[in-house]
Structures are given as structure tokens and as C-alpha cells.
């Protein structure tokens, strides 16, 4: 007994401290999603009890001892009906207060702070905008919509925080967005929830919710130097993108000051939003994104570039307001030394560097 | 299971048995008469068939959503199929669907020689089908045309270093683009391939059906054997009728 | 003979060669057409003359070759399930490529 | 429980018939090279036992390692690989052939007054291609597994992993086949083998259930088929039509995959939604309620579950009409569900109910399936399908419907047509217990799962945060309890093989064809093409039939 009973208590002291039933609701949405969710538990008991309280009824009443001899009953229209029509206005009633939430996840407001994710096998690495990368770790500030525009480098990922409620695929090849508002300062669990491989279990990771002010203070604390958009610049450069978008008037590519967010008409005819995911494809496959008045001449830097090297060049290419930045960068090429990754500090060199 | 047949039917109580005067040997012995037996195979056939239906509709679905994002590509890699020995296989095909037919109708109206022709020009005829198809399979392997195996973006680079390309015309695709030609030639070798094999199976069917009809198993009132198989080179028939246009004639016209 | 007509009356109509001749003949002859059509410039009706002739042709065999026509209401039945879900597939799956474009609401 | 309908013969005199299906011939081959849809039957019986305590096996050593939040036990890599062989073996070995091979192709003959299935070499066939894919998952499994999760998700099935993906898709590709074949010879029997006076609407309701399951067998596998062989394409030679860095599109993969995948949870309920309809009926003594309903409601989850495939891809960014037009589809097809349950509850209305094993197990499926069912719509809302899915919840709902669901109608069709297959009947207590301990066993373990994964607990983990542990201690010590729950029947109806009462033609006093021939059957099955004149489930009819014979004996 003596060897048994330290396991129990163990269990004991395990159930009564630390035994939770229900998740955090840290951020906006929790409660609205909650809301829903109890509502479809509530739905679910009803009918539950509903079914129960009838078989068990049924089981007691006719009984072979009660009642001997069944009567034969065909059937009701009307009860047809009523188990048609009731359940399938319940389900009416959840799919579009789903439809509405699922909406709220995946559209992210506009003032909304970007923070790049890349999930890879088997860590998610966040890069956000002033260049602090983490892994495995993402630092929020509360009251503040935060976007999340997540991509895969390798296999499928699943970036999920039960306790915000969102839950978002990194697919290869695609940018997806989702966003939350975090209320309550905490740390909270960072799941993958999307089986990718061996350590898909380790690949889990802290969400840590800052007050503004915290948040603040963190952002100085693990600043790189460089923020995402310069690392872009650099890229850039390296890459001699500027040898073409150079916005001089004998220019081989467009301009790329102010194309962000931009309706930009293409050359196949039709407009196209100016997105991250638009311009990312424009960097990976150029010649479906040709806009009006250029030929298809660029290169694909597919395989060139890494995810994160695009985020990084996506975000520079964001933050470009005027022709000076990329006439400086054009200044700048030369002095560059080859292997930019020997300049800034290991930890926020691109990665994904490797042939201008 | 042969024994059991026959202690079934020799029952005296079977309550069948005494309907007609006797029972042809083909009948199995679960049906209650020929009707039933031929009915039964024919809707299992066609049931078989959509299955096959449903196999090749996945190719389908890929095949037009890449069509859709890559169409340069797709008419690029279209240019690379010869037109000549493509039109020259749908005839090819559609006069053995042809023969095939007129052997079920040679089977139906018991003609025994007729039957045996017609399963050998259908043999012939589908042979001659997978000879062109080897053909052309070899340009493409020459070409460097495989997905997977050293593939070559040589011709859709440069057009005018590649005799094909040139001659329909074909403007240098951009770098991105020309890769994509990949996925047009994965879904052509997987299509054709899948077709192919259909081909090969129904050839070898085709081959033991010689085999019996010329002993006359065919011809003596049986005829489901025949009939389910024409359904199914039929079938097969349908799905080139289908791929040609896709794979070969994608616009076709200069510009 | 008796055996014949018997069989005729229980199982099918047998169609004559004269039709399959004909059919044949047209199948051939609308390959050749498929085939000039796509050296015409239609634009976007390039494929969907395509389309409609590989279709025509398709149905060709089926009715005739395949003996469709003259088949009982199930067979019929069961070509239409094939065809209803290879389109459920095809169509609900492109639905969702297509209204990719439409963005986010 | 004193009460039973269940009427044996005279124990001191009574035989099992000489002749019968089992008796008919003898020696190994006499049963490998059969035509015999019953003799293929009890082959698919004992092949899917064998896969199913393999599958149970694995599930056990999943629960175990999960015991602790660490992966102690297994490395992570073993876990992977074992449970993704769960997940094969349990789906396509077990799940998916359980209750059409096995009593699907046993009874469907028998109740619509056939001799036979209409393709029975098809159908020997169909055995030997499950055979040769279960022997090919078991050889992948001894040769180093495969740790792709039984999804095959791409790229990670065709770039990432270096484990047996061809041959485990090889299986289940010819597994696929099999299931096609079963299908299309039960689509072609109740077309054509009807018996004179059996119509569509005398046919049992077992057999409805089996048509629609059977109709997404067949127009849904081939694209199951052709998905595995683009993956095996793109393992081999890199076509890249799934693959990204190629252009391709790895949600096309998920498209096609789940076209077939989604109505293969309907091809694993359906049947065992036939069994219940059957067992309800004969243990309240009436016709089931609103009879054409339960018939049409298989039907309309035949086709509705056609176009739900996408709701597993809500958070993989399929495009928002998608989501919308899915999900609408999604709450249409629980409709269908929602009546049958309603509808075997009223069966009970004014019935003369029993409580017989079968009858336990049929609770336990009513129960047990409205769980799954409701928790089945929390995913269809799109809105809490991004919180629940891909956690424990979903493994739990599933669980429910599959192993709550079609799992307890597989025991309850087994017992109530034990008798029927063997000439013997079952033990009655220890089964009754059997039941009993299933429920609790099966309620212990899955019940905590939802709350798990309501936590964010992510399915697939080997490792898992140390707060979920209490949760998971409840978890495996309910698969203890469910474990002994499903070794019991194997050995009592083993046991009862030899010493099992006389069972006699009909000890449920049902009205079904089946019970009205010998048990075991003959060959044949009906000595005299039987002709049906009344309604199915008319128990007057068997009053009727009962004093004639009584009469005419007398």
C-alpha cells in the first residue's frame, strides 16, 4: 500500500488544484463564441433529455409485464413534421450565428496591428513589424486587435489559442489571416493543432498577454536593431529588385510607392486588391500578376526567398509611401557587403538570402 | 460451390424448376431465370462504370482548376501534343467503339464469325490505339516532357529553338509560368496513363473474349459477357472523347 | 427461331448495324469538326464548342452504343446519378476555387 | 427483466438442422473458394475481428501513453505511427466493412427472399481484396508503420515523411475496391433478387439502410481511389499536383480526400442504423414508427452527405461562400439523423418492450449516437467548429458516432443474429453485463474528451500540458472498462459456439424473412421462393402464421 497511495495522492492534489473544465476567455471574442457554444450545449441537453425522458417513460410504461400486447401505430405525419421542422430550425439558428462568428474571426478590423507567424516543422516562429522575432512565444499587448498573417514552409500547421478561441491553418503557399483582441493579461497555451510530423506535439508555445504598457517595455527589450521593414529594404537590395522597380520613367517594373492596399489594373484585364497575399504571389509568380502596361519579365523567386524573407519584403514593400525610400535603397546596393547576413546582428538576418 | 448448384436445382421442390422445360447452363443457379441473370449483370456493369465515372472525375476536377490558374501554360503544353496522331487516335478509337458494337450485334443475332471478326479488329484496332499512344510518349520522354524525370522547360523558353512551338506559334512563356507546364504534363501522363491502362485491361479482356467467342460461347443466347464488355470499351471510348479536346486542342488557333 | 424471338421480347431491343453505321460515321465526322473548330478564333467559345462536341459525341455513344436509348428506366437512372455526382464534385469544388476571388465579406 | 419474448425450442429434444450452410460442405477450401453470401459472412466476421482487436490494441497503447502528459512510454515517433494505424486499420479494416460485410451480406439475401447476393463471385472477391489490404497494413505496420495520420495530408504524406506511404495506400486502395465491390452486388440484389410480393416498401428497413450506404460506396471510394494514386504520383515522381513549391494545391488534395472521406462516416452509420431499426422494432413487438420516413431519411443522408465534404476544411481557407453553402448543407444532413432517433423513440409508444441484449445495445447506440450527433453540429456551425475542431472534441464526437454508434449497433445486430448464424443462442446475463459495462466503459472514456478538447487539447499529441492530466487518467481508465466490455462477447459467443442453447428457427418471435427459414439457413436459404403478402414488421401476421401452424400440426 505504502508505494500506492503517494500515486493517489498525487492524483488527488492534482484534481482539486489543478483540474480546469472550461478554458480562459482572454480575449473579445471568447464570450461571443461562448455564447454560442452554450447556447448548442443547451440545445444538446434538451434533446438529450427530451430523447432519455421518452425512452426511459416508454421502457416503464409498456414494459412486456405492463402491457402485454404492443398496438400498432403506422405513424404521424404530424410528429414527422414536428421533429423536422423544430430540430432543423434549431440547426437554421446555429449555422447562421456560426456564419456570423466565423465572419467576426476571419475578418480582421482595419486598424488591426500586423504580426507575421511561420510555422515550419516543428516551431512557429513570429516576426513582428519593429523586427523582434520570437519563437514559440508571441508577446500581445490587451485592447489591441492584433492580425496574424500565417503561412507554412513546409507542411500543413495549425495555429491555435483555445483560450482566444481562434484557431487558424498555416497553409505552404498561401497567406491566411486571423485576428483577436486579447483582454486579460496572462499567459496561454499556443497549440499546433494541425498533424505535422514527428514533434507535432512539441510544437506548442506561450501566448503572452501584456498590459500596453508591458508590452511596451518588452518591445525595447527584445528589439534587433532592424525592424521588419528594413530587413525587407535590405532584401530588397540584395535581390537588385530595385534594378527594375526603381520608379525612374524607363522603368522595366511598376513603381512600388503607395501599391499597398492599392486596386491595381492588371494586364490580362481586371483589378486586383493589393494584399500581402497579392504580393507575395506577385513575388513568387510574377507572370499571373502583371499589372497594365508592363511585360512579363520577372523573374520567380520561388525556392530564392524564404517565407520569412518574403514577410520580410511584403512589409517593406507596405511601408513604402514615397520613390525616396528606393532611390536610397538604390544608393545603398553597393555598398552592401555580400552575405548581408553578416552585417545585422545573427538573430534578424532573413533567411531566406541566398543568390541576388 | 458447383455441387451445392446442383443439389439446388435437381430439389424436387424447387419451385422453378418446373416453369420452363429446361434451364440453359448458363443460368446460375441464385437467379430465378435468364432475364433476371442478364438484367442483373447489365446494371451491375453500369454500376461499375460509375464508379469509373467517379475515378476519372477527380482527374477532371484537377485538371480544370489548373487549366484555370495556368492557362498559358496549359496551351503551351498543349502545343507539344501532334494534333496528327491525336485526331488519328480518336479515329482509331472510335472506329474500334464502332466494331465493338457491331460485335455485340453479331453476338445478339448469333452470328459466330462476325462476332470473331469484330473482337479481332477491336483488338487490333485497340492495340493500334496504345502503339500511337507509345509513340507519342516516346517524343515526350525525347523531349524531356516527363514531370519528375530531368523535366526541361527548354521548349517553353525558348519556342523558337523547338519545332513544335515554333510552328504553332508560341511566344516565350515567363519563367514562373513555364514551370507550371509541369502540372500540364503531370495531368496529361496522369490521364492518358489511367486511360491507357483501362486500355490495356480491356485489350487483354479483349484477348480471352477471341478466345471463347471462336469456341462459341457467345453465340448461343449468352450474350452478357459481350454486351457488359462493350459497355465498358464504350465507356472508355467516352473518356478519350474527352480528353482529346482537352489535352490536345487547347487553342489551337495562331495568336 | 422460337429461342430468338423469345429472347428479343425478354431482354432488349436489338439495334440495327444500320444505326451503329451511322453513328460511327457521325462521331468520326464531328472529330474532324472539334478539331477545325479549335484552328478558329472564337475566343472564349473555343473551349465550349470544345465542350459541346466532345458532349454531343459522348451522348451519341452512350445512347446508341451503349444502348441507353433503348434501356430500361434504371439504366437510365443510374447514368443520371453518375453524372449528378461527378458534377457535385466538379462543381462544388471549383465553387469554392471560384469564389476564392471574392475575398474576404 | 423476467419478461423475454424469447421463445426456444424443447432443449431436450431439439436439434440444429443437418443440413445447413455450415454443414453443407466441408474442409478449408470448401470455404475459401465459396459463393455462399452467409459463408462470406462469417469469413468477413472472423477477418474483421482479427483487425478490430488489432485496432483495439493500438487504441490501448494510445490511451496508455497518454496516461502522463509526457510521451514516456513511446517516443513521439511511435506514437505517430501508432496512431495512425488506429486510425487505418479501425476505418478501413473494421469500420467501414463491419456491419455490410458481415451482416449485410449475410442477411440482405435472406430478408428480400433472395438465394443469393446477385454477384457472389464478386462478392468472394470483395473478401479477398480486404483480406490482401489487411495483410498489406499489417506488413506496413511490422516493416516500420506509417506516421501520417490515416488523413494522408499533403505535402506532409508526399515530401515530409520517410515512412511506408505507398504500401498503406496500396491497402487501402484495394481495401477501397473490396468496399466497391460490396456495394455495387447490394445495390444490384435489392434492384433485382426481390422476391414476388417483397416491394420497395416491404423491404426491412435494414436493407434501406444498407442501399444508401451502398450507393456512397460506390460513387464515392473511386475518388478516394484516384486521390491515393495522385499521392502515390507525387511521392514517386513529383508530379506536383498537391505540391505548392510545383504550383500544385494541396487543398485540392483535402477536396478530393474528403469528398470520399465524409460520406464514409455515413457508409460506417447508416448500416448500423439499418441494425437498430430492426432490433427496436422486435423488441417493442410493432412496426417501426413512420416506417417510410426512417426509409427516406437514409436515402436523403445518401445524397445530402455528398455535399457537406468541405466542413472539414472550415479553417483551411476555403473561400467564405463555400463555408456558407457547406455549412447550410451540413445542418440539412443532421435533419435526417434527428428523425431517425425521433422516430425509434416512438417506436417504443404503445410497444410490449423487452430488454434482451440486443435491446441493451440499442439503448446504448440511441444514447450514445444523439451525443454524437448533437456534438456533430456544434462542427457545422462554422463559428465553433474554428474553436473545437481538431481537438479532443472532434475525436470525441467521432468516437461517439463510430465506436458509440456503429460499434453498438455491430454488438447488437451480433447478438440478435447470433442465433440466426449459429443455430445457438448467446448466454443471456453475461451479455446483459457485457452491455452494461460497454456503456459505462465507453461513457468514461470518450465523455471526458469533450471537455478536453473544449480546453484546446490538440488531438494527435503524444505529449499534452500537465492541467489535462486528470481528464486523460479518466480516459484510460474507461478504455480499461470498455476493453473487458468487448473481450467478454468474443468469449462467451465463442463459448456458445458448442454449449449455447438450441436457438430453433425464430427466438425473437420476429417478423422478418430471415427468421422464417431454419437456423442456421440452408444453402439456398428458402427451400420454396417465399412470396411476401404482407407489410414488413406485421407482427399480426406472425400471430396469424403461428396459429395455422399450430392448427395444421394439431
Given at each position: 500500500m505504502d508505494h500506492i497511495s503517494p500515486v493517489i495522492w498525487q492524483f488527488l492534489v492534482k484534481w482539486t488544484t489543478n483540474f480546469p473544465l472550461f478554458p480562459p476567455e482572454a480575449s473579445k471574442l471568447a464570450p461571443q463564441m461562448d455564447a454560442l457554444l452554450f447556447f448548442e450545449i443547451l440545445v444538446s441537453l434538451i434533446g438529450l433529455t427530451i430523447v432519455f425522458l421518452l425512452v426511459t417513460t416508454f421502457c416503464i410504461m409498456y414494459s412486456k409485464g405492463r402491457h402485454p400486447v404492443a398496438v400498432q401505430i403506422e405513424g404521424s405525419t404530424l410528429l414527422e413534421a414536428t421533429w423536422t421542422i423544430i430540430p432543423l430550425g434549431l440547426f437554421l439558428m446555429m449555422f447562421v450565428w456560426g456564419s456570423l462568428i466565423y465572419f467576426r474571426v476571419y475578418t480582421p478590423p482595419a486598424n488591426a496591428m500586423n504580426i507575421y507567424v511561420v510555422g515550419k516543422q516543428w516551431m512557429w516562429k513570429a516576426e513582428h513589424p519593429g523586427g523582434q522575432h520570437e519563437i514559440n512565444a508571441l508577446h500581445i499587448p490587451i485592447d489591441k486587435p492584433i492580425q496574424l498573417t500565417l503561412i507554412s514552409q513546409d507542411v500543413f500547421h495549425s495555429f491555435s489559442i483555445p483560450a482566444f478561441r481562434v484557431k487558424r491553418e498555416a497553409i505552404p503557399g498561401r497567406y491566411t489571416s486571423v485576428w483577436f483582441e486579447a483582454t486579460t493579461p496572462g499567459t496561454y497555451h499556443l497549440f499546433c493543432t494541425q498533424?505535422?510530423?514527428?514533434?507535432?506535439?512539441?510544437?506548442?508555445?506561450?501566448?503572452?498577454v501584456l498590459t500596453q504598457d508591458g508590452y511596451k517595455k518588452w518591445l525595447a527589450e527584445s528589439t534587433s536593431g532592424t525592424s521588419l521593414a528594413q530587413n525587407g529594404e535590405r532584401l530588397f537590395a540584395s535581390l537588385s529588385c530595385n534594378a527594375c522597380h526603381n520608379s525612374k520613367p524607363d522603368a522595366r517594373g511598376p513603381s512600388l510607392a503607395n501599391v499597398y492596399g492599392a486596386k491595381l489594373a492588371l494586364a490580362g484585364g481586371g483589378t486586383v486588391l493589393a494584399d500581402d497575399a497579392y504580393l507575395r504571389e506577385s513575388i513568387l509568380n510574377p507572370s499571373q500578376h502583371i499589372t497594365q502596361g508592363y511585360a512579363p519579365i520577372m523573374p520567380t523567386y520561388q525556392g530564392q526567398v524564404s517565407e520569412e524573407g518574403v514577410i520580410s519584403l511584403v512589409e517593406y514593400i507596405k511601408n513604402l509611401n514615397s520613390n525616396y525610400r528606393i532611390e536610397q535603397t538604390l544608393n545603398t546596393t553597393d555598398l552592401l557587403p555580400e552575405g548581408e547576413g553578416k552585417t545585422a546582428p545573427a538573430k534578424t538576418a532573413p533567411q531566406g538570402v541566398v543568390k541576388p | 460451390m458447383s455441387d451445392s448448384?446442383?443439389?439446388?436445382?435437381?430439389?424436387?421442390?424447387?419451385?422453378?424448376?418446373?416453369?420452363?422445360?429446361?434451364?440453359?447452363?448458363?443460368?446460375?443457379?441464385?437467379?430465378?431465370?435468364?432475364?433476371?441473370?442478364?438484367?442483373?449483370?447489365?446494371?451491375?456493369?453500369?454500376?461499375?462504370?460509375?464508379?469509373?465515372?467517379?475515378?476519372f472525375g477527380g482527374l477532371f476536377t484537377a485538371y480544370l482548376i489548373y487549366r484555370n490558374w495556368y492557362y498559358p501554360a496549359f496551351v503551351a503544353g498543349s502545343h507539344q501534343?501532334?494534333?496528327?496522331?491525336?485526331?488519328?487516335?480518336?479515329?482509331?478509337?472510335?472506329?474500334?467503339?464502332?466494331?465493338?458494337?457491331m460485335g455485340v450485334w453479331c453476338a445478339e443475332t448469333r452470328k459466330k464469325s462476325g462476332l470473331v471478326l469484330?473482337?479481332?479488329?477491336?483488338?487490333?484496332?485497340?492495340?493500334?490505339?496504345?502503339?500511337?499512344?507509345?509513340?507519342?510518349?516516346?517524343?515526350?520522354?525525347?523531349?524531356?516532357?516527363?514531370?519528375?524525370?530531368?523535366?526541361?522547360?527548354?521548349?517553353?523558353?525558348?519556342?523558337?529553338?523547338?519545332?513544335?512551338?515554333?510552328?504553332?506559334?508560341?511566344?516565350?512563356?515567363?519563367?514562373?509560368?513555364?514551370?507550371?507546364?509541369?502540372?500540364?504534363?503531370?495531368?496529361?501522363?496522369?490521364?492518358?496513363?489511367?486511360?491507357?491502362?483501362?486500355?490495356?485491361?480491356?485489350?487483354?479482356i479483349l484477348g480471352y473474349m477471341i478466345f471463347r467467342a471462336r469456341a462459341g460461347a457467345y453465340t448461343s443466347g449468352h450474350v452478357t459477357f459481350v454486351e457488359n464488355f462493350g459497355l465498358y470499351w464504350h465507356f472508355v471510348d467516352i473518356i478519350w472523347i474527352f480528353l482529346f479536346p482537352l489535352l490536345y486542342l487547347i487553342s489551337r488557333h495562331p495568336n | 427461331m422460337t429461342d430468338q424471338k423469345e429472347m428479343?421480347?425478354?431482354?432488349?431491343?436489338?439495334?440495327?448495324?444500320?444505326?451503329?453505321?451511322?453513328?460511327?460515321?457521325?462521331?468520326?465526322?464531328?472529330?474532324?469538326?472539334?478539331?477545325?473548330?479549335?484552328?478558329?478564333?472564337?475566343?472564349?467559345?473555343?473551349?465550349?464548342?470544345?465542350?459541346?462536341?466532345?458532349?454531343?459525341?459522348?451522348?451519341?455513344?452512350?445512347?446508341?452504343?451503349?444502348?441507353?436509348?433503348?434501356?430500361s428506366k434504371l439504366t437510365k437512372l443510374t447514368v443520371f446519378c453518375g453524372l449528378f455526382t461527378f458534377f457535385a464534385l466538379i462543381g462544388m469544388t471549383l465553387s469554392d476555387y471560384f469564389t476564392r476571388a471574392w475575398g474576404r465579406w | 427483466m423476467s419478461d423475454t419474448i424469447v421463445s426456444l425450442p424443447d432443449q431436450s429434444t431439439a436439434r440444429i438442422p443437418k443440413v445447413n450452410f455450415i454443414t453443407k460442405e466441408n474442409g478449408l477450401l470448401s470455404w475459401l473458394l465459396t459463393g455462399d453470401h452467409k459463408r462470406i459472412a462469417i469469413l468477413y466476421m472472423i477477418s474483421i475481428t482479427f483487425f478490430f482487436f488489432i485496432g483495439g490494441a493500438l487504441a490501448g497503447l494510445i490511451r496508455l501513453e497518454l496516461l502522463t502528459p509526457q510521451s514516456d512510454l513511446m517516443a513521439t515517433d511511435t506514437y505517430n505511427k501508432v496512431f495512425t494505424m488506429h486510425g487505418i486499420i479501425m476505418i478501413f479494416f473494421f469500420l467501414v466493412p463491419s456491419v455490410p460485410a458481415t451482416l449485410g451480406n449475410f442477411l440482405i439475401p435472406l430478408m428480400i427472399g433472395a438465394k443469393d447476393l446477385a454477384l457472389p463471385k464478386i462478392n468472394l472477391l470483395s473478401w479477398y481484396l480486404y483480406?490482401?489490404?489487411?495483410?498489406?497494413?499489417?506488413?506496413?505496420?511490422?516493416?516500420?508503420?506509417?506516421?501520417?495520420?490515416?488523413?494522408?495530408?499533403?505535402?506532409?504524406?508526399?515530401?515530409?515523411?520517410?515512412?511506408?506511404?505507398?504500401?498503406?495506400?496500396?491497402?487501402?486502395?484495394?481495401?477501397?475496391?473490396?468496399?466497391?465491390?460490396?456495394?455495387?452486388?447490394?445495390?444490384?440484389?435489392?434492384?433485382?433478387?426481390?422476391?414476388?410480393?417483397?416491394?420497395?416498401?416491404?423491404?426491412?428497413?435494414?436493407c434501406w439502410a444498407h442501399y444508401a450506404a451502398s450507393i456512397l460506396m460506390v460513387l464515392g471510394t473511386p475518388v478516394l481511389a484516384i486521390t491515393i494514386v495522385l499521392v502515390a504520383l507525387e511521392r514517386t515522381i513529383g508530379i506536383g499536383v498537391f505540391d505548392p513549391a510545383k504550383g500544385g494545391d494541396p487543398i485540392l488534395f483535402q477536396h478530393l480526400f474528403w469528398f470520399y472521406s465524409h460520406p464514409a462516416v455515413y457508409i460506417m452509420i447508416l448500416p448500423g442504423m439499418g441494425v437498430i431499426s430492426e432490433t427496436i422494432s422486435t423488441f417493442s413487438r410493432k412496426r417501426v414508427f413512420g416506417y417510410t420516413a426512417v426509409a427516406f431519411s437514409s436515402v436523403a443522408i445518401a445524397v445530402f452527405g455528398f455535399f457537406v465534404w468541405a466542413h472539414h476544411m472550415?479553417?483551411?481557407?476555403?473561400?467564405?461562400?463555400?463555408?456558407?453553402?457547406?455549412?447550410?448543407?451540413?445542418?440539412?444532413?443532421?435533419?435526417?439523423?434527428?428523425?431517425?432517433?425521433?422516430?425509434?423513440?416512438?417506436?417504443?409508444?404503445?410497444?410490449?418492450?423487452?430488454?434482451?441484449?440486443?435491446?441493451?445495445?440499442?439503448f446504448g447506440f440511441m444514447g450514445l449516437f444523439t451525443i454524437g450527433g448533437l456534438t456533430g453540429v456544434f462542427l457545422g456551425a462554422a463559428g465553433t467548429d474554428i474553436h473545437l475542431t481538431e481537438t479532443y472534441f472532434i475525436v470525441a464526437h467521432f468516437h461517439f458516432v463510430m465506436v458509440g454508434g456503429m460499434l453498438m449497433a455491430f454488438l447488437a445486430g451480433i447478438h440478435f443474429w447470433w442465433p440466426k448464424m449459429t443455430g445457438r443462442m448467446y448466454p443471456e446475463k453475461i451479455s446483459q453485463l457485457a452491455a452494461v459495462v460497454t456503456f459505462i466503459g465507453f461513457n468514461l472514456t470518450f465523455f471526458p474528451q469533450f471537455i478536453l478538447g473544449t480546453l484546446g487539447m490538440p488531438r494527435r499529441y503524444a505529449a499534452y500540458p500537465p492541467e489535462f492530466q486528470v481528464l486523460n487518467v479518466f480516459s484510460t481508465a474507461g478504455a480499461t472498462i470498455l476493453g473487458v466490455g468487448y473481450l467478454l462477447p468474443i468469449l462467451y459467443l465463442t463459448w456458445s459456439l458448442?454449449?449455447?442453447?438450441?436457438?430453433?428457427?425464430?427466438?425473437?418471435?420476429?417478423t422478418g424473412l430471415e427468421w422464417q427459414v431454419q437456423s442456421p439457413p440452408l444453402t439456398e436459404n428458402f427451400a420454396v421462393t417465399p412470396i411476401m403478402d404482407h407489410e414488413c414488421y406485421d407482427y399480426e401476421w406472425l400471430e396469424n402464421q403461428k396459429v395455422k401452424e399450430v392448427s395444421s400440426v394439431g
Open positions: 498533424y505535422c510530423g514527428t514533434n507535432h506535439s512539441a510544437m506548442i508555445g506561450d501566448i503572452v | 448448384t446442383a443439389i439446388a436445382h435437381a430439389a424436387p421442390d424447387d419451385p422453378h424448376a418446373g416453369g420452363h422445360e429446361a434451364h440453359p447452363a448458363y443460368l446460375r443457379h441464385h437467379f430465378e431465370n435468364v432475364e433476371q441473370q442478364a438484367d442483373a449483370a447489365g446494371f451491375a456493369m453500369w454500376l461499375f462504370l460509375l464508379t469509373e465515372v467517379m475515378f501534343l501532334n494534333i496528327f496522331w491525336g485526331t488519328l487516335n480518336t479515329a482509331v478509337l472510335i472506329t474500334s467503339s464502332f466494331t465493338m458494337a469484330c473482337l479481332v479488329l477491336t483488338f487490333i484496332l485497340g492495340l493500334g490505339f496504345l502503339g500511337i499512344k507509345t509513340v507519342e510518349y516516346k517524343e515526350k520522354i525525347e523531349k524531356h516532357h516527363v514531370p519528375g524525370f530531368h523535366y526541361s522547360l527548354n521548349s517553353f523558353l525558348n519556342p523558337d529553338s523547338d519545332a513544335e512551338a515554333k510552328a504553332a506559334g508560341d511566344k516565350p512563356l515567363a519563367p514562373d509560368m513555364a514551370e507550371h507546364t509541369e502540372v500540364y504534363f503531370s495531368l496529361y501522363f496522369a490521364m492518358t496513363g489511367m486511360h491507357a491502362l483501362h486500355m490495356i485491361i480491356g485489350i487483354a | 428479343e421480347e425478354s431482354q432488349h431491343h436489338i439495334v440495327s448495324p444500320v444505326v451503329y453505321i451511322i453513328i460511327g460515321g457521325a462521331l468520326l465526322v464531328l472529330t474532324g469538326v472539334t478539331v477545325g473548330a479549335s484552328y478558329l478564333e472564337l475566343k472564349i467559345f473555343n473551349p465550349i464548342v470544345a465542350i459541346a462536341i466532345a458532349c454531343i459525341k459522348a451522348v451519341l455513344v452512350v445512347l446508341f452504343f451503349m444502348h441507353v436509348k433503348y434501356s | 483480406v490482401a489490404g489487411g495483410i498489406l497494413a499489417i506488413y506496413t505496420m511490422a516493416t516500420g508503420g506509417v506516421d501520417t495520420g490515416w488523413t494522408f495530408t499533403t505535402p506532409l504524406s508526399t515530401h515530409y515523411v520517410n515512412t511506408n506511404v505507398l504500401t498503406t495506400g496500396l491497402a487501402v486502395f484495394i481495401a477501397g475496391f473490396s468496399s466497391i465491390f460490396t456495394g455495387l452486388n447490394f445495390i444490384v440484389t435489392i434492384h433485382k433478387m426481390r422476391c414476388p410480393g417483397m416491394t420497395w416498401f416491404r423491404m426491412p428497413l435494414f472550415f479553417i483551411m481557407g476555403i473561400s467564405n461562400y463555400s463555408m456558407l453553402v457547406f455549412s447550410l448543407l451540413t445542418m440539412l444532413v443532421a435533419v435526417p439523423s434527428a428523425i431517425k432517433i425521433f422516430n425509434w423513440t416512438f417506436t417504443l409508444y404503445k410497444g410490449s418492450i423487452t430488454f434482451e441484449t440486443p435491446m441493451l445495445y440499442t458448442k454449449y449455447g442453447e438450441i436457438a430453433g428457427n425464430n427466438p425473437w418471435q420476429a
